[in-house]
């Protein structure tokens, strides 16, 4: 079982940027498909970005779309989520996720995809 810690969260400026880490250990991520979701106070969770295994495909949340970039090191087993331009409603708790199959061929982004989780790191855009 893979452990999945963020970090790189913290208080912002509407228009600023964070990045987030998530560092992995336990076991290697680069044959899983990774991705980021995120939960704001009273909502459900929503996908925001997941990258596939080889690196080679991303795939984003419409709200985020041109805003946010996800990327990985495989050999640092580090998963990251640049995020630009920020919005008030991009305020949430922020957590990574790793892919349950791994070599998947298929898109990941819905939470069945994933198995392993993060705590989270909390994300708060001010107006």
């Known amino acids: 079982q893979v452990q999945l810690v963020e970090s790189g969260g913290g208080l912002v400026q509407a228009g600023g940027s964070l990045r987030l880490s998530c560092a992995a250990s336990g076991r290697t991520i680069s044959a899983y498909d990774m991705g980021w979701f995120r939960q704001a106070p009273g909502k459900e969770r929503e996908f925001v970005a997941s990258i596939s295994w080889k690196g080679g495909r991303t795939y984003y949340a419409d709200s985020v779309k041109g805003r946010f970039t996800i990327s990985r090191d495989n050999a640092k087993n580090t998963v990251y989520l640049q995020m630009n331009s920020l919005k008030p409603e991009d305020t949430a708790v922020y957590s990574c996720?790793?892919?349950?199959?791994?070599?998947?061929?298929?898109?990941?982004?819905?939470?069945?995809?994933?198995?392993?989780w993060g705590q989270g790191t909390q994300v708060t855009v001010s107006s």
């Open positions: 996720a790793a892919g349950a199959d791994p070599f998947y061929s298929a898109i990941s982004y819905s939470e069945r995809d994933f198995s392993s």
